[in-house]
Each structure stands twice: as C-alpha cells, then as structure tokens.
C-alpha cells in the first residue's frame, strides 16, 4: 500500500515537473519573440502611421507594460488558446497549425514506422553478430543514415526514384490532378480517401507518402539501432539468455521469446523519443517535397518573420516532446510486469 | 558403475580473445552416478559444464574423445545439438534471481521445456509443468505457476528450476552451483530434493560446487580441479584420503563444526601443479 | 635513466591521447574520419593554394558547365567554379565548429561544474534550464533563435551555441558531482581554497577530457544544423560559399544540372560522417571494456 501511494507521488511530481518546464517553455519562446529586431507595432501600422496610432498599437499591444506583466498576458492568452493570428493568412494560427498538422503526423508515423523496423531489427543482428562483420556494416549503414542532410538526400531520391525512374510520386501528397477530389474529413489523407472509397487517390496518396518517409525512417533509425544493440548485448549477457538456450531453443527463439521482450519496454521509450526528434527531419523533408505540413508553415512563416506563427510551432515541438516524455514513461509502467 | 553415458578425453577449451586455455586437457568419465567437480574460483568448472552443452560461443573446444552416450558432441550440428539440449542434457544455473526470465511466468518457462521437446498441446505442457512443480515440493503449483519471478522466494525459484530442467527428463543434469546463491537453511532442502529426483529417475548428476563438505554428502565421486586442470579424482567416501596437496589443501581450509580452533589453513599454490605433465 | 624520467614527465593526459589515437587508427572506420577530418583542416589553411578559380567571380558566360573542360565539379548558375567554392567553403564549415566549440565549451563547463559541485538551489534551477533547452529538436529551436535574431551566418553560430550548451552542462555537472566527494577536494576546502577556485583549479580541469569529446561527438549535429539553416535561408547568405546554402541555391536547377547539388551534399555528409565515425570510435576507445579486450 505505502509502495503504491509512493508510485503515485512519484507520478504527481512528475506532473509536477513537467508543469515547471512548460512553463519554462512558454517563457523561452517569449522572450525570443521578444528578442526580435523587427517591430512589430511597425509591422502592423505601416511605415506611414501617425505617431498617435503608433502609440496607441502600441498600447493596445500591451508593449508599454513592464516585461513581466507582459508575460502573464501572454500566459492567459496561451491557456485560453489565443496563440494571435498569423499574418499572412488572418486566421487564429493555432487554426492554421491544426490544419497541417495531420499532413506532418501522416508523414511522421510512416517514417517511425519504417524506421522502428528498420532500426530494431538492424540492432538485434549487430548484437548477435557483435563484432564480426554484419555488426560493423550495420554500424556504418546506419550511422551513414544519421550523416546525411536529410533535405539533401532528399534530392537526390527525387531525381533518381520520381524523375529518372518513375517509382514513386514526386512532391506534395498526391498527383496534382487528385486534390480536391476527397472531402477533408480527418485530415489523413491515407484515411480520408480510403473513407471515401476513392482507391486511386489512396494509392496515389501512398506513392507521394513513400519516399519522404523512408527518407525520414532510415535516417532516424541510427538513434534506434544504437539503441537496440546496446539493450540486446546487455540482454544476451544475462544467466536467463542461458537458461532459454539450455532448454534447447535456438538463438533466435531465445532471441524474440525471451530477451526480445525485456527489451521491449525500453524501446518504445526510445522509438517514442525518435517520433519527437522526426519532427525536426521533417521540416527539412516538407520543404524539399513541398509537403503541406507542419514543418512547411514553420518555414514559411519564418522567411516572411511571422513571429506569432513561428513560436507557436516552436511550443507546439516543445508540447510534444514532453508529451513523448510521459507517453513513454506511462506505457513504462504498463507494460512492465515488475512496475505493475 | 553400469554403462558409461559421459566420455570426456583431453577436453582444451579457450576463450575468445584469450590466449591461455581455460581448461587444459581434462578427462573423466560418467555413469549413471553423481559426480563432483570442485576447485577454487577460475579453476574452470564452469567452463567445462557450459563446454558439455556446446554454450560457449567464440570459444574453441577441442577433445580426443566427447562423446555422450552414442552421440560425439563436438561433430553434432547446432541444429541437433538443439534436440540433446534441454531434452538429454541440461543445466541447472547458480541464481533463480537471474537465471530465470523476469517478464514471463514462471509456469510458462516450466512449460516450454516441455513443449519444446515433444509434440503435445499447450494444457498437456501444462499439466505436466504442474505435476513437475508439485515433484519439486511446491505446494499450490497452480498459483505458483502463474507467478513472476521477482513474486517468489530464492529456495522457490532454484525448485522452479530444477523442475524447469528435468521435465524433459534428460540422461545427465550439470548443476552448476545449485544452491550458493540460496540462503544456508533453504540449502539442504532443495539439495535434498534435486537429490531424491536424480536418484529415483536414474539420471546422472555433475554437481559443481566450491563447497567440498556438500559434495561429499551428495555425490559418488569428486574430481578436484585446479587451474584448468583435474589434479585428482577420489570416491566421495575416500575424500580424506586425497594425496594431492592441493586436495589435502582444500581439505584443510574447510571449516568444522567442533574442530580445533585454530587458524584456517591457507592454501598453498605451487607453480609445478600448473605445468602440462604435472 | 633520463630517457625514463623523459617519458614519465610527459603529462598524463598527453600519454592518454596518445593511447586514443592509436587505438582510433587501428579501426577502419574511425580511420576514414580521422582522414576526412585531417583533409577538411588542410583543405580550409590552403584554401587559396587548392582553389582552381575565385570562389566569388562570376561568369555569365560560363553558367551551368557540367564536369571537366577545367571545372572540376562544373559551374553555377552564376558561371563560379564549383570545387573552389567547396574549398572555399570548407573554411566557413571549419569556422562553425571552431566558433561553436569555443562558445559551448566554456559555458557548458562552467554552468555544469558550478552546478554539480554546489548542488541546491542552484543546481535544481540549472537543471530545470537545460531541461528546457532539451525539449526541442535542436534545429527547431535555433530555427526560433535564427527567426528572432535575423538570418545572418553569425546568428546562425550564435543560434546553434545557444542550443547545444545543455548537453555538455549536463555532462559536466555529473562528472562534477562524482569528484566533490574526491579526498583531495576536501582537503583543499580544509587548507581554505574559495570555491571558485576550487571549481576552477580542481574540478573544471577534470571534467575537461570528457567535455572534449563529448563535443567532438555533438559536431555532426552542428554541421547538419547548420547545413540545415543555410538551406532554409536562414544561415550563411550568398553569396558565401556555405555549403548547405549552394544545396538551396542549386535545387532550381537540379533536374537538369545534377552537380550543382551533389557535390556540396557529399562534401556535407563526408564530414558529418567523419565526425559520426570518429565518435562512435571515441566512445568504444574510451569504454574501459573494450579497450582491454582488442
Ligand atoms: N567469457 C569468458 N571469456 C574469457 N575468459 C573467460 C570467460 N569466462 C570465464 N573465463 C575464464 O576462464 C577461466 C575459468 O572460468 P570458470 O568460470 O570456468 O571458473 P569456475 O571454476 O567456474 O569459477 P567460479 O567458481 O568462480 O564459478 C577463468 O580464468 C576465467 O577468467
Ligand atoms: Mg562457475
């Protein structure tokens, strides 16, 4: 019973802490919006306004306040969900932002998912062959992944794969001729069209989906390949690995019987914490492939220096993290039988 | 001594990465009794079980002669090997703490010996592992069976154990330390236990241990191992008898209930015992 | 007898880098990076000398030149010679990592020191900081910092120094924590050394090795950072031959004119690679285990 209780202080403190970081959060991405040389009552008046409507914007904009008051204003704007509205489009940017955001999640849990399989079985067969030579290709095949620009390679793959070869769709989510056809329900193309029954936009969705997120997978799947192995090697040193063996099951029942699954838990904290880190590929990758997601309406909006658009994004990266975070110490304690 | 089922000449194992073998031309043979192996820590006892069961990976076996009952071990492929292991030879490991699987029912690791062995259901596997837990003084094997390691006792986990290794009722069992993880009251218990079921069933036993009291009472024979090397063997009843020094040695070191009280002897070691022809 | 006390005097940690060295040569891969980084260095000090042309002059005359005909990699679209631009290139690469490492270094050195050997409030708040810090992808936040501060190569430094300062600190703050207790720190607070020269005089020059090669192993995320902002526009302008920024540059014409972006890709991957490789090595060098068993 005490044991418990402690479990659940440990978890309110958790909570806890996670509160003080978004805080932390909120505060870091006001003070670089603050730390902008642009003006932004400037912006918003234009060159020519009278000193009166200057000062009066600039009233009205809180700017004549100290710094501190002004970052309680932004906090209740923030909890309330008033994150201002984007320049360039005149609506509510966590509207804009929510439009996106499932292109970007599409992409991203494809490319976890490539990733995730490449990178767990890539490091199950390094840690059995450590230190003979599929351990060393498997080390240099993925760190390879883990160096290589991503918006670069990129390129490259659409010059080889969609314009000299032909195998897959080139940028955007779909072949030009398609948008519009499938009502926007969920936002997920790949679930939108197959709800629509439209298989030709489903496939054509899929081709477009393929490369940029095998692109992004493989090159997320070094962080998990590490990962894997150095769990594996510690797994298969352990008097159990020997106990399954001399049972008389073979490396690999041992392997996926038995040590797979006391590593299992630590993976999916890792694979969670490779989902955030995709989000960073992922800007690079929308914009080589002129995806229409999140990463895309970052940079946008960083080039015309929209600042209320861009620290949104930035907190949102920074929400999701620290949601990752917890996710995976949540599935931690349910999937661990000596947590439960 | 009835029909052999253990042959070992001249058995050389090295580690990988090693450059001196670990174990330097052992021999000795197995009937349908319980041998001994004893020697101070390194001397290479568990080097030379795990070698039975082909569990050394990178390391390099050689041996005049490794023959186990008709089969030559050292030729068997891993894919045969896989059918003695578990089924004909098996191990019990030192600590139930470690050597049993944490996430997964004990039961079930019970089971699996059985199923991997013999073509039956998963309820037959079952009910066997049940029957195998009650024959190593379980009481409640239901409950028990659905337990997880970390949920039972360390002199449990050891019977879970050895009920893990003979259900597949094999012809020779390498207890590898059984019982020096366990607390000193629940030893004797589960000893007695692994005893009673090797006896009746007829199995042949390799108990190693450091403990050269224990092993006088539970084995046949003793063979005593110094630096990779079998420096003697005796009967269990002619322990005292020993004219090795290191032997007499060990002897010495071992403490006695009612013994003189004086200081324990310390062991002597001399280079000569290291040499080939020693 | 002198050439003994001549190799005994040789300070230890000279001694160690030694050992790492040659324990790196001895892998391949460690090898590969150790050479890219060695022709990354030469190629940035005799940029002039390696060159074939002016990495700025343009020539309208000769724009788009594929491979050969005295352009090693081909020309631009502005008609500059490709190879001397990633030449000349190589210096501004060379320059971030410099720039970075020496800003990094220093503050995650000292913030992480101070915290573990003082611990407390203090240590609690640092923490909390670089926890924050940690809860970006590193190129999402110098992306913020970059935005607010104006797309400039210096700003992209400063953005991607700002960012990359927690790790160390945390690294810096453990092993602090793992000397504190050392007898010697105590009895230099007994004969009455202030902390700060404490901190600075015991502590920091013990945290230095592994702070170095931590940053060693973060310079591929810095190369690829950087890469990253100069292609979104945000770092190195033209017309600097930043390597990351030709890539954006050449993107328009890369159907047609392949080399355009291929070169300044491989030369980024080449060194993050290196650098990639090099760690992976330092880190089985100085893993105790391994370094016993080969
Ligand atoms: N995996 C290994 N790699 C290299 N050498 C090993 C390995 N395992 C054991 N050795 C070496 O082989 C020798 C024999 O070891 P072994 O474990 O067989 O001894 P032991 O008699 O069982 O000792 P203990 O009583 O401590 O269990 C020792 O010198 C040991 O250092
Ligand atoms: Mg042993």
């Known amino acids: ?340 | 001594m009835e029909k052999t089922i253990l042959d070992v000449q001249n058995l050389r194992i090295r580690y990988g990465g090693s450059t001196t073998e670990a174990v330097r031309g052992v021999s000795f043979t197995l009937g349908r009794e319980r041998l001994g192996i004893v020697g101070e820590s390194g001397s290479g006892k568990s080097t030379v079980g795990r070698a039975l069961l082909r569990l050394l990976p990178g390391a390099t076996i050689t041996a005049d002669m490794l023959r186990f009952d008709e089969v030559d071990l050292l030729s068997l492929s891993e894919k045969e090997m896989l059918k003695v292991r578990g089924r004909r030879m098996s191990m019990i490991l030192q600590d139930p703490k470690f050597s049993l699987n944490p996430i997964r029912r004990v039961g079930d690791q019970v089971a699996e010996t059985y199923l991997r062995h013999f073509k039956c259901s998963r309820r037959e596997a079952h009910e066997k592992a049940v029957a195998m837990l009650e024959a190593v003084k379980i009481r409640d094997a239901e409950r028990v069976f659905k337990q997880y390691p970390h949920e039972i006792s360390g002199g449990m986990g050891q019977r879970v154990m050895i009920a893990m290794m003979l259900l597949a009722d094999p012809d020779l069992v390498i207890a590898d330390e059984p019982t020096s993880a366990l607390d000193v009251t629940v030893r004797l218990q589960v000893l007695t236990i692994l005893d009673s079921l090797v006896r009746d069933r007829g199995i042949g036993l390799i108990m190693i241990s450091h403990d050269l009291n224990l092993v006088r009472n539970f084995c046949d024979r003793v063979l005593i191992m110094y630096a990779g090397k079998v420096v003697e063997t005796l009967k269990a009843v002619e322990l005292d008898q020993a004219r090795h020094p290191y032997t007499q040695g060990l002897l010495a070191a071992q403490p006695r209930i009612g013994g003189t009280r004086q200081p324990l002897a310390v062991l002597d070691r001399r280079p000569e015992w290291l040499e080939e022809n020693a | 007898m002198t050439a003994d006390t001549h190799t005994r005097s040789l300070p230890g940690w000279l001694i160690a880098l030694k050992n790492i060295v040659v324990f790196l040569m001895r892998s391949p891969t460690s090898l590969f990076g150790l050479a890219v980084l060695a022709i990354l260095v030469l190629t940035a000090v005799f940029a002039p000398l390696i060159a074939t042309h002016d990495p700025y002059v343009q020539a309208l005359g000769n724009v788009l030149q594929p491979p050969g005909n005295g352009h090693l990699f081909g020309t631009d679209e502005l008609g500059r010679d490709i190879f001397s631009r990633l030449v000349y290139g190589a210096r501004i690469t060379l320059t971030i990592i410099f720039l970075v490492s020496i800003v990094v270094g220093p503050i995650g050195l000292v913030i992480g020191t101070s915290a573990g050997y003082l611990g407390g409030k203090f240590d609690t708040v640092m923490m909390r900081i670089t926890d924050i810090f940690l809860s970006f992808p590193s190129l999402i936040l110098s992306l913020a910092f970059v935005a607010a501060l104006g797309p400039s190569l210096n700003n992209a430094i400063i953005a991607i120094a700002l960012t990359s300062w927690p790790p160390i600190a945390r690294l810096a703050r453990a092993e602090a924590m793992t000397f504190r207790k050392a007898d010697y720190i105590a009895a230099a607070r007994l004969q009455g050394a202030s902390t700060s020269r404490i901190i600075v005089k015991s502590i920091m020059p013990m945290c230095l090795p592994s702070v170095l090669i931590r940053l060693t192993l973060n310079m591929a995320t810095v190369i690829l950072t950087a890469a990253g902002l100069g292609f979104l526009g945000l770092g190195a302008q033209p017309p600097m031959p930043e390597w990351g920024a030709m890539i954006a540059t050449g993107r328009r014409y890369m159907l047609d004119s392949w080399w355009l972006v291929t070169f300044p890709g491989v030369s980024i991957l080449s060194v993050s690679l290196a650098f990639n490789l090099l760690g992976d090595g330092l880190r089985d060098a100085l893993d105790p285990k391994q370094m016993n068993r080969r």
């Open chain 1, 1 to 340: 019973m005490l044991f418990r209780r402690l479990r659940v202080a440990g978890f309110a403190g958790q909570l806890g802490s996670i509160a003080i970081t978004l805080l932390g959060l909120l505060m870091l991405t006001f003070f670089i919006g603050r730390l902008m040389p642009v003006d932004p009552v400037r912006a918003m008046v234009g060159e020519d306004a009278t000193r009166e409507t200057y000062e009066q914007v600039y009233a009205s904009l809180g700017l004549d306040r100290p710094l501190y008051e002004q970052f309680v204003y932004y906090l209740g704007d923030v909890l309330t969900g008033d994150f201002g509205t984007s320049i360039r489009t005149g609506q509510p940017v966590i509207q804009d932002i929510l439009h996106v955001m499932p292109a970007t999640i599409e992409l991203a849990t494809f490319a976890i998912i490539i990733g995730a399989l490449l990178g767990v079985s890539m490091g199950v067969l390094a840690a059995v062959n450590k230190d003979r030579w599929p351990d060393h290709l498997v080390r240099v095949f993925s760190l390879f992944g883990h160096s290589m620009p991503i918006f670069w390679t990129g390129m490259i793959a659409l010059i080889v794969f969609y314009a000299h070869l032909g195998l897959v769709g080139g940028s955007g989510r779909m072949d030009q001729f398609y948008i519009g056809l499938v009502e926007d329900r969920t936002g997920f193309l790949l679930i939108d069209s197959l709800m629509a029954g439209e298989m030709d936009v489903f496939w054509s969705a899929l081709n477009h989906l393929i490369l940029p997120a095998a692109l992004l997978g493989y090159s997320s799947s070094a962080y998990i390949t590490r990962m894997t192995r150095s769990f594996m090697l510690d797994q298969l040193g352990q008097e159990y690995v020997t106990t399954a063996r001399v049972k008389g099951l073979s490396q690999r029942q041992t392997i996926w019987l038995h040590a797979f699954g006391n590593i299992r838990v630590q993976l999916v904290t890792i694979i969670a914490l490779a989902y955030g880190s995709l989000l960073e590929g992922a800007v690079l990758i929308e914009t080589v492939f002129a995806w229409p997601g999140f990463g895309q309406y970052l940079t946008s909006n960083l080039i015309i220096g929209d600042m209320n658009a861009v620290m949104t994004c930035v907190l949102i990266v920074g929400v999701i993290f620290i949601g990752l975070n917890l996710l995976s110490d949540i599935l931690y304690r349910i999937f661990d039988p000596r947590t439960r």
